[in-house]
């Protein structure tokens, strides 16, 4: 079984920079996409990127789009999303996911981790 585990979360100021990190065990980390969704209560999931297997293409969506770097590792099979001048509303819980081709790239994704809790303070 294929377990993703988030880490980084924690409360932070309006304009700070944040690190999130997403370790994977138990799959082919080398051969699957990567996603970065998060969620609140009141807008729901929303995708934010993907980053391909290889690491050498991203796609970014919502508001973090331009605020935001996906980057992966796999030889530690880590993918990490670095986030900055974040606002209040970028406050969610964040959840990495793991998906393949073709289905990741319609935003299907199959593993999910457990998510980290960002909480932007104004």
């Known amino acids: 079984q294929v377990q993703l585990v988030e880490s980084g979360g924690g409360l932070v100021q309006a304009g700070d920079s944040l690190r999130l990190s997403c370790v994977a065990s138990g799959g082919t980390f080398s051969n699957a996409i990567m996603g970065w969704f998060r969620q609140t209560p009141g807008n729901g999931r929303e995708f934010v990127g993907r980053i391909s297997e290889s690491g050498t293409s991203t796609s970014y969506s919502g508001s973090l789009k331009g605020r935001c770097i996906i980057s992966r590792d796999n030889t530690k099979k880590t993918v990490y999303l670095h986030m900055e001048s974040l606002e209040p509303e970028d406050t969610a819980v964040y959840y990495c996911?793991?998906?393949?081709?073709?289905?990741?790239?319609?935003?299907?994704?199959?593993?999910w981790g457990q998510g980290t809790q960002v909480t932007v303070s104004s």
């Open positions: 996911a793991m998906g393949f081709y073709p289905r990741a790239q319609l935003k299907e994704f199959d593993y």
